[in-house]
């Protein structure tokens, strides 16, 4: 099994520039989400998505677009990225209201 | 607003002694309640959870949590530590009236001294 598949896993990318974020899940989970972890502050809720074709703000959703394209995919959108925005960046899934997350493997983005 | 505390970045316990990271979160109605680890250069994996029945919640690797409603807290303990538990903590907070919104605190990073 796949689980959560998050592409890519490294990028680097100049100040203004943007990119996506790809994430796919193959659990039929209904809930998506995107965290940035940064030391010293934990996992932030950028984005969710508590069903398909909803979306909701986390804690820290500017800079940031995001699109539920179907159940299984859940992307993230850069539009014009910052050094602020350097961070691991995880994409999770799972079942409401209590089943745990799964995680993605991890973005390492780098912005210069 | 929903939000869960850890106190303390760093926690450092001898071998054997106990363990005991602390999470304290806001909230006046009914909280899901998590705690996950993530051990070097890995993803976060799930140590227990907290879902309205016992209070007392066992996990894996010997892993407790006692959420206390008076104190607004879901302390993590284990009796025992063991180099392998050197790794960081995640507690994480849901509320039934958003399931799906599940926010995380900034993490305790255990040590372990031998």
């Known amino acids: 099994n796949a689980g959560v598949t998050q592409t890519p896993k490294f990028q680097v990318l100049k100040t203004g520039q943007s990119m996506t974020l790809q994430c796919a899940q193959d659990?039929?989970?209904?809930?998506m989400y995107w965290y940035r972890q940064d030391p010293g502050m934990g996992l932030r809720l950028i984005y969710y998505?508590?069903?398909?074709?909803?979306?909701d703000k986390g804690e820290v959703p500017n800079g940031y677009n995001v699109s539920r394209l179907n159940k299984r995919e859940f992307s993230l959108r850069l539009e014009s990225a910052a050094p602020s925005q350097t961070s691991v960046y995880f994409c999770?899934?799972?079942?409401?209201?209590?089943?745990?997350?799964?995680f993605g493997s991890g973005t390492q983005l780098s912005v210069l | 607003a929903q939000s869960v505390t850890q106190l303390g970045s760093h926690v450092s316990v001898s071998e054997g002694a106990l363990v005991l990271l602390r999470c304290n979160y806001s909230s006046s109605v009914p909280p899901y309640l998590f705690w996950y680890v993530q051990y070097p250069n890995q993803g976060l994996q799930l140590l227990l959870k907290?879902?309205?029945?016992?209070?007392l919640v066992k996990g894996i690797n010997g892993f407790e949590a006692e959420f206390k409603k008076s104190e607004t807290s879901f302390h993590l303990t284990k009796p025992s530590a063991h180099m392998s538990d050197a790794a960081e903590y995640f507690c994480?907070?849901?509320?039934?009236?958003?399931?799906?919104?599940?926010?995380f605190g900034s993490g305790t990073r255990l040590s372990i001294r031998p």
């Open positions: 659990m039929n989970h209904n809930s």
């Open positions: 907290y879902t309205s029945a016992a209070t």
């Open positions: 999770a899934s799972s079942q409401p209201p209590v089943e745990k997350l799964f």
């Open positions: 994480a907070v849901s509320y039934y009236s958003s399931a799906s919104k599940i926010i």
């Open positions: 998505s508590a069903s398909e074709g909803t979306t």
